[in-house]
C-alpha cells in the first residue's frame, strides 16, 4: 500500500506558510487576552487542537483554523483565498484555451 507523501514531508513554502498561520493565531489570541482553554471553550474543542493550530501542525482540522479565525473576526480573509476572480494564472489558462470565435449557427430550423 502506498503512503501518502505528505503524512511525512510537506513541501517547504507549504510547512512554512502553516507554521506562520499557527503563529498569527496565537499572536491573535494573545493579543485578545484569551487563554487556550477560553479559546477551546468558545469554538467547542479541546485545548490540544489549539496548541496544535497555534505551533503550525499540518494535520490539525482546517475547521480549527477556520473557527479560531472565526472567533478572532478574521474570517473574511479566510472565505478570499482560492478566489477564481484573483486566479491570474488559472485566468490566463482558460483564455489561452478558450476558442478563438464562436461557432456558426446554421440558422434555425422549424421542423418540429
Not at 485578545?32 to 479541546?46: D, F, S
Not at 480549527?64 to 477564481?84: C, K, T
Not at 482558460?94 to 470565435?101: F, G, I, S, T, V
Amino acid at each position: 500500500m502506498r503512503r501518502n507523501q505528505l503524512f511525512t514531508a510537506q513541501p517547504y513554502p507549504v510547512e512554512r506558510a502553516i507554521k506562520n498561520l499557527g503563529a498569527n493565531l496565537r499572536r491573535a489570541r494573545i493579543r485578545r487576552q484569551l487563554t487556550m482553554a477560553q479559546v477551546a471553550e468558545k469554538i467547542g474543542t479541546g485545548v490540544r487542537a489549539i496548541m496544535d493550530a497555534e505551533k503550525g501542525n499540518a494535520f490539525t482540522g482546517i475547521a480549527v483554523h477556520a473557527s479560531l479565525l472565526w472567533l478572532y473576526d478574521l474570517l473574511p480573509a479566510f472565505e478570499d483565498l482560492a478566489n477564481p476572480l484573483k486566479d491570474k494564472h488559472g485566468i490566463a489558462l482558460a483564455d489561452r484555451n478558450a476558442p478563438e470565435r464562436a461557432r456558426h449557427s446554421h440558422g434555425l430550423d422549424n421542423d418540429f
